[in-house]
C-alpha cells in the first residue's frame, strides 16, 4: 500500500511570494496572447481593472523591488543620463529608465497598453504618467481628487470623484473594446473589501505585547495589497496571516526571541535599498517597529454596490486627509500600538510630505508625549543616505526613551 503522502498548508509568506510572482507571469503571458496591461498608481482604483479582465502592474512597487535587491543606483543614473532631474521623484526616475531599458534585477514587466493614475497620495504622480503616456503614445485615464482641507471629505468632492469613476468605466469601455460588467464589478468590490479588511485586521496584531509582528514585515507584505487587492489571492493571504499572528498571541510567542526593548512608530516610506540595515540598527538596540502609517492607506472601507462610498474611501486615504487629520492618525497609531518613541523618514522623493513633517512631529509630541528622531534618506536613491546618522539617531532615541522610561 502506498504511502499517504501528507500536504502542509502553504504559510502567508509562501502565499505572498507566490501571488506576487504570479501577477508578474499572468501579465507577461496574457500580454503575450494579445491581453491588455495597465500601469497602474500604487492607490489607484484597481476594481474597473480587474472587472474588465485588464492586468494591472505598479511602477511604484516595482522600482522599490528594484531597489530592496540593490539595482536602484544604476537605474537611477540611467534616467539622470537621459535628462531626468535628480530632483525627480527616484521610483518615477527607475521606472522611466527601466522603459527604456526594458529590464532589470526584479522582475521583468510588459510594457502598458493604458496608464491609470490617481493622485490622492502625490501630486508627482499626474506628470510621471503623463510622462508615460507621451512617450509610449498609449490613453492615460486620470482620476483627480481634491486635497481634503477639513476634517472629513466634502459631498461635491465625492461627487466630483464619483463622477470621474463612472467616466473611468466608460473610458475602459473605449479601450477595451467590451462593456463593463457590472455584477463583476460589485464582486470585485467585495473582494477588495475583503482584502483591506483583512489586510487591516493583521497589521493591528501588531498592537498586542510582546508584539508577534516584526514590524519590517509590514514593508514587505505591503506589496500583495498594493498589487492584488482585488483577487482573492490577495484576501485569502492576509487572512492566513492574521490566523498565524492570533496564534502566535495566543502561545505569547514575540517578532524578537530576545524580547522586544523599545516600540516604535517608523513614519514615511522604508528605505528599500537598506532595509536589512536599519532593521538590524533597531534590532541590535531592541526597538521593534510596531506602529506605521503605511497601513493605513490602504484601509479602504466602503459599501460594495455603491460608487459614492467607494469614492469617499479613495479620498479618505492618509496623504490626502488634511494636516490635522495627519497629525492624529499619526498620533492615534502611537497610542494604539503603545509606542515609545517615533522615527520620521526624511524622505527627499517626497519633498511635499517631508516639508509637513516639522509641524507634524512637534504636534504627535505634544499630544502623546513621545520622543522622536529624524533621518535623511530616499526611498530608492542609496545615494542620499547614512548609515552612519541613521545609527546615531536611533542610538540618541533609545537614550531618550529610556530617559522617559526612568522618569516614570
Known amino acids: 500500500m502506498a ?50 479582465g485588464v492586468h494591472m502592474l505598479y511602477p511604484e512597487n516595482h522600482a522599490a523591488a528594484i531597489a530592496a535587491k540593490h539595482g536602484a543606483e544604476e537605474m537611477i543614473q540611467h534616467a539622470e543620463h537621459m535628462g531626468y532631474s535628480v530632483d525627480n521623484c527616484s ?9 527604456d531599458r526594458k529590464h532589470c534585477i526584479a ?75 457590472y455584477d463583476r464589478y460589485h464582486e470585485v468590490m ?30 514587505n507584505y505591503m506589496a500583495l495589497i498594493v498589487c492584488m487587492r482585488g483577487k482573492t489571492g490577495c484576501r485569502d493571504t492576509f487572512k492566513k496571516l492574521a490566523e498565524e499572528l492570533e496564534e502566535k498571541i495566543e502561545k505569547g510567542e514575540a517578532a524578537f526571541k530576545e524580547g522586544e526593548k523599545y516600540r516604535i512608530m517608523w513614519d514615511g516610506i522604508a528605505c528599500w535599498p ?18 506605521s502609517t503605511s497601513p493605513r492607506g490602504w484601509k479602504l472601507d466602503y459599501d460594495k454596490d455603491d460608487i459614492r462610498s467607494m469614492a469617499r474611501a479613495y479620498t479618505s486615504v492618509g496623504n490626502n486627509l488634511s494636516l490635522e487629520g495627519q497629525i492624529e492618525m499619526k498620533a492615534e497609531v502611537v497610542r494604539t500600538y503603545n509606542c515609545q518613541g517615533v522615527t520620521y523618514h526624511l524622505n527627499r522623493s517626497c519633498k ?5 513633517f516639522h ?43 529610556e530617559q522617559r522610561r526612568h522618569q516614570g
Not at 4 to 19: C, D, H, I, K
Not at 38 to 50: D, R, T
Not at 154 to 165: K, L, N, P, R, T
Not at 352 to 356: A, S
Open 3 to 52: 504511502e499517504a503522502v501528507q500536504t502542509t498548508a502553504p504559510s502567508s509568506r509562501e502565499m505572498l511570494g507566490y501571488y506576487l510572482n504570479k501577477s508578474y507571469q499572468d501579465a507577461a503571458e496574457g500580454k503575450a496572447r494579445g491581453e491588455l496591461v495597465c500601469w497602474a498608481s500604487s492607490i489607484a482604483p484597481c476594481e474597473f481593472c480587474e472587472t474588465m
Open 91 to 99: 521610483y518615477a526616475r527607475i521606472n522611466m529608465a527601466y522603459v
Open 107 to 181: 522582475e521583468d514587466m510588459p510594457l502598458p497598453d493604458f496608464v491609470l493614475v490617481c493622485n490622492n497620495i502625490c501630486e508627482t504622480l499626474i506628470k510621471w504618467y503623463e510622462n508615460l503616456a507621451y512617450q509610449l503614445q498609449i490613453p492615460i485615464i486620470l482620476i483627480d481628487v481634491p486635497y481634503n482641507y477639513e476634517p472629513e471629505p466634502s459631498e461635491w468632492a465625492i461627487d466630483y470623484i464619483a463622477a470621474q469613476f463612472e467616466h473611468a468605466i466608460t473610458q475602459m469601455e473605449e479601450i477595451t473594446g467590451k462593456k463593463f460588467d
Open 190 to 219: 467585495q473582494i477588495a473589501a475583503e482584502s483591506s479588511y483583512w489586510w487591516t485586521k493583521a497589521m493591528g496584531m501588531a498592537s498586542a505585547e510582546p508584539s508577534p509582528l516584526n514590524g519590517f514585515d509590514i514593508f
Open 274 to 291: 537598506y532595509l536589512s540595515h536599519n532593521y538590524k540598527a533597531m534590532r541590535a538596540l531592541g526597538m521593534n517597529m510596531t506602529g
Open 352 to 356: 511635499c510630505m517631508d516639508f509637513l
Open 359 to 401: 509641524e507634524m512631529q512637534t504636534e504627535v509630541a505634544r499630544r502623546t508625549g513621545t520622543p522622536y528622531i529624524t533621518f535623511d534618506g530616499d526611498q530608492s536613491d542609496p545615494r542620499n543616505f547614512s548609515k552612519a546618522q541613521f545609527e546615531t539617531r536611533v542610538q540618541g532615541l533609545a537614550e531618550m526613551m
